[in-house]
């Protein structure tokens, strides 16, 4: 059957504090996915010292966005290394022109869009604590360091990013949706948008669980058997 040996290729988007990456990782074990994020990938470039790496780290000290000829140059050759493998992309492509030249090379089969209100996402990222150092997340509600205020792994100080703060918030969100929307017009007028609405991260995955089962070219388990991790 041709349809086994067939590649499924997807990305999620959604404003900061959406739950982008623990929806990613459910889908990445549950499907068989590669999950490739840009912010783990930059933070491994920076940490790495590479070229690019250190090109990054001038525009993430600043808290200024990646330029777009940045990210890619970044981003395309690791997808070349996964040509043969299925992937999910989570925060890339973030702007029309990172989504047009992913375009020119891959066909994305689906697009998950994540839309959870204002109000959550701001109780989400106020109660955001962040490991400098790794990148490691952490949220006071349901996800808190062993030690207040501590990382669990180095014991090193959390931080709160200026721009989690509910006064900063505002202005993210609306950069994120002036953004995110020709991106996401583009995928709506492809046909593979999906989006999903609501407050609870644990309430929206049976539907992009229900959604991605029934799109899959194959079976979770036969992807699995088919394939070694």
């Known amino acids: 059957m041709k349809n086994m040996a067939k590649l499924f290729r997807a990305a999620i988007m959604g404003p900061p504090g959406s739950g982008k990456g623990t929806i990613s990782e459910r889908i990445a074990q549950s499907f068989g996915l590669q999950y490739l994020s840009s912010g783990h990938f930059l933070r491994e470039s920076i940490a790495a010292k590479t070229e690019a790496g250190v090109q990054v780290k001038t525009y993430v000290e600043r808290g200024m966005l990646v330029p777009d000829h940045v990210m890619t140059r970044l981003m395309m050759p690791r997808l070349e290394q996964l040509s043969g493998q299925s992937w999910l992309l989570d925060g890339f492509p973030r702007t029309l022109t990172q989504a ?88 709506k007028s492809q046909g593979i948008l999906h989006s999903f609405s609501g407050t609870e991260t644990d309430r929206i995955w049976p539907y992009i669980n229900s959604l991605l089962s029934s799109k899959m070219p194959t079976k979770p388990l036969d992807a699995c058997q088919s394939q070694s991790p």
Do not use: C
């Not at 089969?109 to 962040?130: A, Q, Y």
């Not at 150092?133 to 501590?150: D, F, H, I, L, T």
């Not at 509910?166 to 202005?171: I, Y």
């Open 100 to 187: 047009q030249t992913l375009n020119s090379l891959y066909q994305l089969d689906m697009v998950i869009s994540l839309n959870i209100p204002f109000e959550t996402l701001k109780d989400r990222l106020s109660d955001r604590w962040i490991h400098p150092g790794s990148g490691r997340v952490y949220n006071m509600g349901y996800n808190p360091p062993r030690v207040q205020g501590k990382d669990d792994v180095t014991g090193q100080p959390l931080i709160q990013h200026d721009d989690d703060k509910p006064e900063a918030l505002m202005a993210r969100l609306r950069h994120y949706k002036d953004v995110a929307k020709p991106v996401i017009d583009l995928y």
